[in-house]
C-alpha cells in the first residue's frame, strides 16, 4: 500500500482545469505540518507549485500558478487538492505530491513523495 495516493490529471485545452488529488495515509496525514504540490516538465527541475500548512490552512504558490492554482485541504477525506485553472501549455509536466515539507513557504524538502501524475496542456 501506498504512503501517498494521488490522482485526477490528464489533458487539458489551454484554459481549461483540471484538478489533482492527494491522499496520505491517515498516519502520515495526522502527523504531517505541510503538504504540497510539485511538478516536472521534460528536460527541467523539479519544481515546488504550491503548499499547505495543515493546521491552519495557510498555502503558498509559485508566482507563475498565482491566482490560477489553489491548494485546499478535504479534511474529511483526508486528502489535499490542487484546482489548476486557466491552464497554460508551460503547466505541462508530471505532477507529484509531497509531504512533511521541511520548508513550507519555499515549497521545498518533502519527505515522501507521491506517484507522479501526468498533466498535459494543449492549445
Known amino acids: 500500500q501506498r504512503t501517498i495516493e494521488s490522482s485526477g490529471g490528464g489533458s487539458a485545452q489551454a484554459g481549461g482545469s483540471l484538478t489533482l488529488s492527494c491522499a496520505p495515509n491517515?498516519?502520515?496525514?495526522?502527523?504531517?505540518?505541510?503538504m504540497g504540490w510539485f511538478r516536472q516538465a521534460p528536460g527541467k527541475e523539479r519544481e515546488g507549485v504550491a503548499s499547505i500548512y495543515t493546521g491552519n490552512d495557510e498555502a503558498y504558490y509559485r508566482g507563475s500558478v498565482q491566482g490560477r492554482f489553489t491548494i485546499s485541504q478535504d479534511r474529511r477525506n483526508n486528502k489535499v487538492i490542487l484546482q489548476m485553472n486557466n491552464l497554460k501549455e508551460d503547466d505541462t509536466a508530471t505532477y507529484y505530491c509531497?509531504?512533511?515539507?521541511?520548508?513550507?513557504?519555499?515549497?521545498?524538502?518533502?519527505?515522501?513523495w507521491g506517484q507522479g501524475i501526468e498533466v498535459t496542456v494543449s492549445s
Open positions: 509531497g509531504s512533511a515539507l521541511t520548508d513550507c513557504p519555499n515549497i521545498s524538502g518533502p519527505r515522501l
Open positions: 491517515p498516519y502520515m496525514y495526522k502527523n504531517t505540518y505541510c
